[in-house]
């Protein structure tokens, strides 16, 4: 889409779905000289290094452009699945941190799980770039939208309004960003995502908060699957409560209105 439909698109989800932050488009960069012009790169602009979920906050509360590279990134999980260590087996490092922060019960078990974890190899990458979906001068490879359940139930109405799909999800509990950030880009298919326990915690995620993460592609598809889905039955959010019925009260309730004359 070009960029003009990616503000209508995204000023529509927001206002559609009532979204306390903004949706974040999110391009991989060969080169990290790529990033755009006033790019905030964390560890020159703050002299600090972060994880990559508190730039993703930045970007959807803030409306900040934020550029990552190997510099930028302290989140030592992270940086092995986005290729920003010298690893030489990701999935074996990973899965002996799992053991050593006892998030796995053998290092079998820790193997088979990041074994499982979507990733990029080292050096495919050179950064990441994150921006408001409504700001971004460029054209996403994946869009990020954080809402609570009933948000992200409408989303994944509108996907499979037109896809005839249901969205997918693969959570560990722990290193989800490669979930949201990794798994549409390499797989070009949605997912929904429940943010991990780093993320909740270094960056202020809260605890009604899920993820709806798409290819870039798809976000004219999303738009126009929300525009209709659901619509002959007057679908929306907020979810509207059903209210023609008539309430039942307790005996009390009953005998005085009859006594008053209500009943």
Sequence with gaps: MPETNNIEAA????????????????????????????????????????????????????????????????????????????????????????????????????????????????????????????????????????????QVMRLSQAWSYLCGERVTGHFGGKVECDEYLIAPFKTQCPRVVIPGHGERIFAATQDDEVVFALPGKFLSDLVRGLQEVGKAMGVRYPVTPYQNFQPDFPKAHKELGKELGIL
């Design 11 to 150: 000023r529509f989800i927001r206002d559609d779905l009532r979204l306390k932050t903004f949706p974040v488009a999110v391009k991989f960069v060969k080169d990290k000289a790529d990033f755009p012009e006033k790019t905030r790169r964390p560890s020159l602009a703050m002299g600090k290094r972060i994880a990559i979920c508190q730039g993703l906050t930045m970007a959807r509360n803030y409306g900040w452009t934020v550029g990552l590279a190997k510099e930028d990134v302290i989140c030592v999980p992270a940086a092995i699945v986005f290729g920003f260590s010298d690893s030489e087996d990701q999935p074996k490092s990973l899965a002996r941190l799992f053991c050593e922060i006892n998030f796995s019960s053998s290092d079998e078990l820790a193997h088979l799980e990041t074994s499982s974890m979507c990733r990029f190899e080292n050096g495919e990458i050179d950064g990441i770039l994150l921006a408001p979906l409504e700001k971004a001068s460029f054209e996403p490879d994946t869009i990020i939208i954080y809402g609570n359940p009933a």
